[in-house]
């Protein structure tokens, strides 16, 4: 099950890059959405808009190398964001034909503490490895930030690459959460009079926002028109 889930969806997940003059720098990880070129990322990753490139990594040998010397980006746009929420929908600048599943966005609703879970994304791109890594956990609880945003809690510890790539709930292969980063407890209390006295923490749970917010953003640029 766990490999069919990664072969369903690694395809999907491209480098997110910036192009600064001329200098490339990695971002983390983009993942499909449509077959008009859409994409989900986490929306702290394009703060800054100019410059957004994606790139597909996937050679189809069984054996890829570490790092791709030469490789297709192709210009993005930010065309809906949630900065709340941290969600942010892009769309490809040039018209590709692009196969996605069918039936594959589900809710977090459906996630229940012990479900099987796999996150994929470009752990080390900062270091050159471009390749998308699959990595299985379990989802450790549902909690609502302080402001109010869905977050799915998993006992995996990402790595900055993996931010922005999907979170997929094994049994029906769905995603349910866009990789936020590793979870840091004092951030639940960011503001409150204990702050300066809960010191930070590097854990071993990471999180993601429910996909839901990114349902949204696609809503509002409809794509969901024949709902």
Known sequence: MLQGTSQKFRGGCLMLVRDTEGAVGFLGTAFLVHGSGYLLT????????????????????????????RVAAIPVSIVQQDIAHDVALLKMEQEIAIGVPDDFLGSGANVRPGAS?????????????????SVGSFA?????????????????MVQDGDTGGPLIHVSDGHIVGIVSGRFEPAEVVRG??????????DTNISFAVDIDYGVELMRAEGLFEHD
């Open 42 to 69: 986490a929306a702290h990753l394009v703060s800054k808009p100019e410059g957004l490139l994606v790139v597909a990594t996937a050679s189809g040998g069984e054996y890829q190398p570490m790092t791709f010397d």
């Open 117 to 133: 879970l796999m996150s994929l994304g470009y752990a080390f791109g900062h270091e050159q490895l471009h390749t998308a890594l």
């Open 140 to 156: 450790s609880a549902k909690i609502r930030s302080p402001n109010d945003t869905q977050l799915i809690l998993f006992d995996t």
């Open 192 to 201: 409150s009079a204990d702050w300066e006295r809960r010191p930070a923490r």
